[in-house]
């Protein structure tokens, strides 16, 4: 399905953030990818959909190589993966509902995105997720006039209208608080659960990662440190990772994930998504 | 620390400046009054006319007073061209600022020529006055309001498009990164990620330089391009003063109307 | 359950008679505007052509009579130098006069009428009455341009006089300074930097209409260009054009070069 080989960049300054990276998702799975800042995660996600031209490497989504495509490829490539960023970065000005459909504009010719008109099925598809992510009530406010989480949630609308083969997400919760983190990032796998969608997530927060991912990948200098499931993240990984630090507190709170704390904390989303 | 070091770091008299600065800033007094005086003496100005301006101007004056009311109604017609030119050379430059701001601005052109080419086209367009390129466009549609109208356009697509263009270099780039992302043409980017950020920078621009261009269509008819301009140069020429004077009135009155929209409407964008 | 298959945006006006309203009022404007325009529509189709042919005697630009060129581009350049030296200097009276925290009202109204009149009389037309009490030639238009300069930069040091805080003047006026200790040590300090900047900001900008005021008589490169207009020698009005495109880049440049230093 999704195979990285060999991935390097090195930026025009000379700083190496990319190093041999190889990578395969062969199954629609969550995949956290942690590691300190400046380790090179925004620029592996940034590589895949080049956003950023990678140095050297092959990406392959559903056997078609992404590095050597051309304008016109690329483009359609494009439309194949949804992206989302830790800075929403909606088009503030436009409603809730022109950001969703800006999920179709690789599918619309330029006078139809003029023209608002997009098809019947991708209105009806827009107003389903609206509701997914619970934003129906706002589909005419504009962008600008939502809270963080709203407008993460309109971001991922955005991603998931494409109909994507595979998810990059970039910090999605970094901007956010705790709470409003684990809710968006939960709303994150369950929709790629749902719909059987890859996802590649950039996350710096590991107890996060650990409680939602199905596979985890450690980046460290631009490099691959470490690759398996959340079960496996010891002590000595992390510092492999991050470098010396007392980390039993980390793993200890989300190693129990499952209980009493995290019953918690989804009653309280209950209650506030309720009210 | 030796003691002259000591005495170079704490001078025990303060100065606001050293004596070199102190000298730089003379050199830069004598400097720009010598410029002055060069300039004043180089223009061969015939000083005995100050003599009786001052018997000119009373009499100007007094000439215009009282203004000849009736006058008001041959120069309602100019004075409505006048707000078309204004109006219609607005409307031409929304058309064409947009586009040229688009090549112009570094983030948004599409590669090193017609970035020149858009920059080109704004420094034109600015650096020659709307009344200049009135001569120009006289000299091709002959005179009349149609030049006038050209004018107007001209002059102010690089006054717009400049604002635009720097607007545009200062979007947030992670909204046209997200729509590039989806797999947008560049014009769909463009049109998505791009205008909408920029549309209160344009409207507020174009409803500016409206205003502006009133004032600028007043006297293209100095040069043949419509509007009260021909009316107010010939009663000026005709030494009809009282003539002059309505005139004056009028477009006192047309201008300050115009700012005043021109500021409610820019403070209702939003 | 199924979802809406349509999607309207907002719409800018709600009531659509109100929208169809506007859209006609606004196809009505340009239509009427362009019915009652004055114009010639024959001669102004063949304008066409007619820039074809102009485009065509322009080329190449005409810098044979140099001289004529280099003089008229020299009087533009003093006179702007002239007109922004004594507009800076005029500017400080007329400012602090029309600064209502500084002044008795009637001063101020005074003061603020001076600055009212080339904001909205254009320079051209102050230029033609100059021209008419100086005669021909670039004394009217070092005028105009001491107008222009004055009340532009007028503005500006009233505007910053207004805008000090009530209390440092209070301070000043407390240790019992004069009138003109209390314009050096209270008003200067916060005006300066802006003025001198605005001042620079203004020879650029008295360079651009150098090149104008010409066009009535009052001197400089643009009478030069208005009667290289009026003998149909375009291959010369394109020099000229070219000349003052450069010379006010170079302002602009020399202007932005400045002010950097300043800062
Ligand atoms: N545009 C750029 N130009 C040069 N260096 C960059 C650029 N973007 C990132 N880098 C460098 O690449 C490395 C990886 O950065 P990044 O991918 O943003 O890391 P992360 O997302 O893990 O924090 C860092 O050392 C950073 O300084
Ligand atoms: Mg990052």
Redesign the interface.
Known sequence: MFIIKGLSKTYPGGVTALEEINLEILEPQVVMVIGSSGAGKSTLIRCI?R?IEPTTGSVQLNEVEITTLGKTGL?????R???I?Q?????????V??NV??????YVS?LQ??R?K?G??D??????LL?RVGLTEN??SRADALSGGQRQRV?IA?ALM?RPDLL?VDEPTASLDPKTSRQIMRLIVELASERGTPALINIHDVALARSFADRIIGLARGRVAFDGTAAEVSDQVLTEIYGEEDWSATIKNDGSDSSGDENLLSKIEKESSAG | MSQTDFKQKYPQIWKRFTPAETLVRYIWYGGIVFIAVWSVSNLDIPWFYFLDAHVQAADLITRMIPPYWPFFLDIIQPLVETLHIATLGTVFTIFLAFPVAILSARNTTFNKTTWFIGRFILVTSRSVNTVVWGLLFVAIFGPGPVAGIFSVAARSIGFVGKLIAEAIEEIDVGAVEAIEATGASKLQILLIGVLPQVMPIILGTIIYRWDINIRESTVLGFVGAGGIGIVLYSSINLFAWHEVSVILVSIFGVVILSEYLSIKARARIT | MSYPTTWQPPRFFTNPYVRYGVILGVLGYFLLSFLTLDADWQRTLKGIPRAIDIFQRMFPPNFSRWEILVRGVLESVQMALAASFFGMIIAIPVGICAANNLVPKPIYYIGRAFLGISRTFHSIIIAIFFVKIFGFGPLAGVLTLIVDSFSFIGKMVAEDIENMKPGKLEAIRATGASFPKLLIYAVLPPVLPRYIGVSIYRLDANIRHSTVVGIVGAGGIGQTLAASFSRYDYGFSLAILMTIVSLVFLGEFFSNWIRAKLR
């Open positions: 959909n956003l483009r359609k490539a494009r439309r993966m949804g992206m960023f800075e929403y970065n909606l088009v503030d000005r436009l409603t509902m022109e459909l800006s999920g179709r504009l690789g330029f995105a003029y608002r997009y019947p099925e209105i009806s598809a827009a107003y389903e509701d589909c005419n971001g955005r494409q990059l």
